[in-house]
Nanobody
Framework: QVQLVESGGGLVQTGGSLRLSCAAS????????MAWYRQAPGKQRELVAR???????IYADSVKGRFTISRDNAKNTVYLQMNSLKPEDTAVYYC?????????WGQGTQVTVSS
């Protein structure tokens, strides 16, 4: 069983930055593919960024060049550095841990970008 705890969300102005953290419990974290998703009101949950166990990353087109996903296996933590934030980035951000066939989710953290 893996438990994920997100932190770092909050209210920020357009153009500002936030860093989200997701701390994972359990073993074998380094083998997990970690990802950040987000869900805005009235919209479907969407993938923001993903990082594999070997460090390969992918990003949604809407965040490329602004967001960076990284991981610290020694701390069992994955990060999402978000720069140049826009109002359309406002959403609940969820951490996801995949170690097939098991998939775990955090409780989410709210990010609000004011215009």
């Amino acid at each position: 069983q893996v438990q994920l705890v997100e932190s770092g969300g909050g209210l920020v102005q357009t153009g500002g930055s936030l860093r989200l953290s997701c701390a994972a419990s359990g073993s074998r974290f380094s083998l997990h593919t970690m990802a950040w998703y987000r869900q805005a009101p009235g919209k479907q949950r969407e993938l923001v960024a993903r990082i594999t166990s070997v460090g390969t990353t992918i990003y949604a087109d809407s965040v490329k060049g602004r967001f960076t996903i990284s991981r610290d296996n020694a701390k069992n933590t994955v990060y999402l550095q978000m720069n140049s934030l826009k109002p359309e980035d406002t959403a609940v951000y969820y951490c996801d841990s995949l170690y097939a066939p098991r998939d775990y989710w955090g409780q989410g953290t709210q990010v609000t970008v004011s215009s």
